[in-house]
């Protein structure tokens, strides 16, 4: 194993996250120049998440053994022949696969509570395929005046407040650990933690770090209402 590779539970996690960001984002933010690189004529193709967040449609390997485990070959050649969605579906089960490969390969020298502890914290982010087939989008919590407020009107933060601007989270609300459990970015697909900001999409719902889709809770006190950029791809389309 290279000097360089993750050692620590927390080194091999950080490594886990960044090609788990970047397999989402290529998978969801990112799918149409995802799917078009994907071109059954082409030879064996293989989608790779790499540690600086970046994502990659490349040939296999060429070292014999590869110095780190492939992910799933061919990946392009059952592109036409299903449903999009479901073709999508089957290459973040694959990815899911890849990256619990690659982790554990890093972890091979960690003892039996350090192995417990890295599954533990890579257990608390929803996997790939929750992501793409939505098992893991945010739903809006109920306000407490529901009542004859339209939805453009009243918009609603992760604690369920009405709000006159568009679903932002931030800190100055207390919110309930349990609750929150099931809230992740739609981009990175990070869990929810008060100390970061976040933002809504008033058309999709789903939730986003600020960072994510590159708002500001200043920018987004100017906002009425928030397309986030999956919307507007589509709007685009």
Known sequence: MASSSPR???EIFKDYNARHSALVRALTYDVDDFYSQCDPDKENLCLYGHPNEAWEVALPAEEVPPELPEPALGINFARDGMNRKDWLSLVAVHSDCWLLSVAFYFGARLNRNERKRLFSMINDLPTIFEVVTGRKQVK?????ESGNKSRNSTKRSLD????NNPKIADNSYEEDEEEQGDTFCGI???GYNSDEFWIGCDNCERWYHGKCVKITPAKAEMIKFYNCPLCQKKVRQ
């Open 8 to 10: 620590t539970v927390e």
């Open 140 to 144: 809006d919590k109920p306000t407490v």
């Open 160 to 163: 369920g407040q009405p709000r």
């Open 188 to 190: 990175c697909g990070g």
